[in-house]
């Protein structure tokens, strides 16, 4: 049987392989940068378009219109846990970056549709936060890029950096909130954790006694010894310290490398020079 002439393409077609889809590279590269504070990561995934000569600013980049920050596919900002932009609370998620240029300020804005080409559906309705911040000179950068760069434990800048501009924003993280959250959640399994981080923060100094006492209620090693030790000193207690110390010093000698029995060792001296006030004080 023969195959009828107008269907003989279509079967053609059919018995060809499938040919996979080409990937070529984009004028602007994508990029992405993460950066974590305390707990919480603030990463930022655009496409770096390039100055090549062009005026970029009220020109290429039109002044008091909406901006993608970048090239492609709007811009697009996560949290990974709820942050603080100019006094304002931004839950945790993915929001599209965008801003209006002017000469003197700038307006950034985080929007809660986050996957969107360009601005071209960019919807004012749908605005997470919008914020001021007052551009500033800067040495040139010829690929747009976006730095997030911590400044305190609980704060990072977040910049654009493009021909010859820097436009920062600051975001806060409530890092002690966070974590004490986390750690409130897992207690009953890392006590030792919980009880590190109220030294670490001098916060909950009580309860990380307790949580000190119940790490070693498992079973004693020198790590939760010497936790319990900096807890009570803090608490000027270093009197009841002193024999933690002593005990984690000898837990710890011959089996760790020299270097931390040194820190061990420098703990127990300075528990021992606030007994030897203590004693004086009171003579």
Do not use: C
């Not at 900002?77 to 002017?102: C, L, N, Q, T």
């Not at 704060?155 to 409130?184: C, H, T």
């Amino acid at each position: 049987m023969k195959t009828p002439r107008l269907l003989l393409p279509i079967v053609l077609l059919v018995a060809l392989p499938v040919t996979a889809q080409l990937t070529l590279p984009r004028t602007s590269q994508s990029a992405s940068v993460t950066q974590t504070i305390g707990t919480t990561n603030i990463t930022i995934d655009y496409h770096r378009p390039g100055v090549k000569g062009r005026a970029i600013w009220g020109s290429l980049v039109p002044f008091d219109t909406p901006w993608r920050m970048g090239a492609n596919e709007a811009t697009s900002i996560s949290f990974s846990d709820a942050v603080m932009i100019d006094g304002k609370e931004v839950p945790a998620g993915k929001y599209s970056f965008f801003a209006i240029p002017g000469q003197s300020m700038w307006t950034l804005i985080l929007n809660k549709d986050p996957d969107q080409f360009g601005a071209f559906g960019y919807d004012p309705a749908k605005d997470q936060l919008r914020v001021s911040v007052r551009p500033v000179a800067a040495p040139h950068t010829e690929w747009m890029r976006f730095t997030i760069e911590p400044v305190s434990p609980t704060s990072a800048i977040v910049a654009l950096e493009w021909e010859k501009v820097s436009v920062p924003m600051k975001v806060e993280v409530d890092v002690p909130r966070i974590v004490w959250k986390n750690v409130d959640s897992t207690l009953t399994s890392n006590y030792d954790q919980a009880a590190m981080w109220a030294l670490d923060s001098n916060d909950r100094l009580d309860q990380g006694l307790i949580w000190a006492d119940q790490s070693l209620a498992k079973g004693e090693n020198m790590f939760n010894l010497w936790t319990k030790a900096r807890l009570l000193q803090k608490k000027g207690r270093s009197r009841e310290g002193v024999p933690l110390m002593q005990k984690a010093l000898t837990m710890a000698r011959g089996n760790v490398p020299i270097e931390f029995v040194n820190v061990l060792e420098g703990s127990l001296k300075s528990m021992q020079a606030d007994v030897a006030k203590e004693t004086l004080a009171k003579r």
